[in-house]
């Protein structure tokens, strides 16, 4: 195993551990922990999923996407979501650059010859 990749992928973690983007999606989870209706709704969300998953039925996704629209309308849970996303987001942007890095550019057909940000 290189040492060099296994340096660079520990500071790459590191970085990762100290970025904005995490200790905000932190900050929020910890605020939704201190936050009852939040936290509740939330619950609410899980157990449905878990309904929806096993029955698959349409009165199920109805259900989860219900609670799911409770929770997003919450002020904690809009922020957890948002911050969840900017934290994914980041995360995406990293594995597209490890995954070009090791696959190599990937043509999309419209000329930007791999760029990380037009989403193709």
Known sequence: ???????????????????????????????????????????????LQQMAQMSGSPEAMQQLEEAFNKFAENPVGKEYLEANQRFSQMLETVNALLQEAIEGPKQHGHGCSGCSGCGM
């Open 1 to 47: 195993m290189s040492a060099e990749v296994i340096k660079k992928a520990s500071e790459l973690a590191q970085a990762i551990a100290e970025c904005e983007e995490l200790a905000n999606l932190r900050a929020a989870e910890a605020k939704l922990q201190m936050d009852p209706e939040a936290r509740e709704l939330l619950s609410e969300v899980q157990r």
